[in-house]
Antibody, heavy 121, light 106 residues
Framework: EGQLVESGGDVVQPGGSLRLSCTAS????????MHWVRQAPGKGVEWVSL????????HYADSVKGRFSLSRDNGKNSLYLQMNSLRAEDTALYYC??????????????WGQGTLVTVSS | DIQMTQSPSTLSASVGDRVTITCRAS??????LAWYQQKPGKAPKLVIY???TLESGVPSRFSGSGSGTEFTLTISSLQPDDFATYYC????????FGPGTKVEIK
């Protein structure tokens, strides 16, 4: 079974930028739509963004639209979340997640361990 | 956007109890609903998809039902490993999670 590993989380000031990465091992991501999901401390999970298999389609939650940008490099078996104009409310553990099926929308059968983003002055 | 609600927000139960969690969608999502289990410090784990299909490796005491806008997750006999937070997720129109239901020890 494959593994997803997120990285790039850090402490950043409001208005700052950060780039998160998610790299897979033991599984090829190239056929799958991939997602980012976040969880603020002590709160529920919130869907953030998705990117389809070839990067040609992305979609974002209203809360991050215009500030976050998702891309992928199938050759590196990785995806990237560029986060700009960060706000305190973006503070969360960010998970990447893989859809279960390589056709049609489907829930997630593989998650990473998460990377922590803290936005604070 | 489709909004998801869950009830109750917290559920206190004992080992062996039958437990039911309800999830509602703001509009019809057919059967495009999943349930996840999350334990502290861990990522969520898929339990049920397509409203009633049990994910591989998940114990048969878990079951799901419903279609349209109302769904339920049932644990037939609660086990110690089942105390966790449960989230529903719609994937009919993009994706959205419910706010979660914490199942705690009574």
């Amino acid at each position: 079974e494959g593994q997803l590993v997120e990285s790039g989380g850090d402490v950043v000031q409001p208005g700052g930028s950060l780039r998160l990465s998610c790299t897979a091992s033991g599984i090829s991501l190239e056929d799958y739509t991939m997602h980012w999901v976040r969880q603020a401390p002590g709160k529920g999970v919130e869907w953030v963004s998705l990117i389809n298999w070839d990067g040609g389609r992305t979609h974002y939650a209203d809360s991050v639209k215009g500030r976050f940008s998702l891309s992928r490099d199938n050759g590196k078996n990785s995806l990237y979340l560029q986060m700009n104009s960060l706000r305190a409310e973006d503070t969360a553990l960010y998970y990447c997640a893989k859809e279960k099926l390589d056709y049609d929308s489907s829930p997630y059968d593989l998650w990473g361990q998460g990377t922590l983003v803290t936005v604070s002055s | 956007d489709i909004q998801m609600t869950q009830s109750p927000s917290t559920l206190s139960a004992s080992v062996g109890d039958r437990v039911t969690i309800t999830c509602r969608a703001s509009q019809s999502i057919s059967s495009w609903l999943a349930w996840y289990q999350q334990k502290p410090g861990k990522a969520p784990k898929l339990v049920i998809y397509k409203a009633s299909t049990l994910e591989s490796g998940v114990p048969s005491r878990f079951s799901g039902s419903g279609s349209g806008t109302e769904f339920t997750l049932t644990i037939s006999s609660l086990q110690p490993d089942d105390f966790a937070t449960y989230y529903c997720q719609q994937y009919n129109s993009y994706f959205a999670f419910g706010p979660g239901t914490k199942v705690e020890i009574k």
